[in-house]
DNA sequence: TGTTAGATGATACTTATTATTATTCAATGA
DNA sequence: TCATTGAATAATAATAAGTATCATCTAACA
């Protein structure tokens, strides 16, 4: 078969249409989408797929590891398909969840080990700010404190 | 009046009871409470108070400042009265949140300012693990993950 | 002390997510 | 290839966090 099907054979989940569908789109995207947002993006192609397929499949994906879990506080998680943990900065004006890379976020695993004595299983390092395009676009201050 | 009262009052904010018991509240504790705790822990010296008040109360503090709001992944919020950003390392077994100090904290804002392109705002530095009480009590792999 | 803008409390509502359950289907082996 | 079976799916009800609404109340200030 194909190597997204082996890969989660090789995972222990069964391959369904479904499963591919969302992995797939998952992968061809760098615009951490929530539930709801593959939901919509699936229905042209998947039209009788269920939004509680997706949950559940986004569940039993993060389970083995295949996606992480955003919370950037938003109210609703968002999904990456990236397996290795990175950084993320997001757009106060547009939203916009972008991938970065930082240098030496071992050390800071690390450090924060040290420090807390606590086991350290994995990190979510956020970053908000304004995004080039809301920049030039001029929007500077989109959404500063959302109940000003 | 107290100092408390003189700092809602340089924020713009009206001072009232309900909003001196919430600060008083926060500052007083290290537990990063969430709006539910906090109107539980009120609620016998409040029985009045309502939980849309915690709930507008805090997004006032927040706006001006005076609370910061952390999203770690458990389905809601959970207020911290400290204002200057700071890591957080959160207990994947008992859910206990605690804060903690990284060195070079500003070099990280930074690299993310440069790697980006973004005016970068603030930062929420997320760690997961198992804190030193749980691992005492032998719980070394409490929620590893939620579904398995 | 009276006025008034803003705060409160009660509650209805929205939205993201989870639970439930009958049906369907992927994987396995005869 | 077909039957079996346990897991996955779809539909939908239920839950929970947070927001909106609005009548009442009160802190701030003249």
């Known amino acids: 078969m194909n190597d997204i099907a082996d890969m989660l054979r090789a995972k222990g989940l069964k391959v369904t249409p479904q499963r591919l569908a969302i992995y797939q789109l998952l992968c061809g995207t760098t615009t951490h989408p929530s539930a709801e947002d593959i939901y919509k993006a699936l229905m042209p192609?998947?039209?009788?797929?269920?939004?509680?397929?997706?949950?559940?499949?986004?569940?039993?994906f993060r389970s083995v590891g295949l996606v992480q879990e955003l919370s950037v506080g938003n109210g609703r998680s968002n999904y990456d398909a990236a397996v290795h943990t990175h950084p993320h900065i997001v757009?106060?004006?547009?939203?916009?969840?972008?991938?970065?890379h930082l240098e030496h976020v071992e050390a800071l695993h690390q450090e924060a080990a040290e420090k807390t004595g606590y086991v350290v299983e994995r990190e979510q390092l956020l970053f908000y700010g304004i995004c080039p395009a809301c920049q030039a676009a001029g929007k500077t201050n989109c959404n500063p404190e959302p109940k000003d």
């Open 45 to 60: 192609t998947n039209p009788t797929i269920s939004l509680a397929t997706i949950y559940k499949t986004l569940d039993s």
């Open 91 to 100: 757009c106060t004006c547009c939203n916009a969840i972008q991938d970065f």
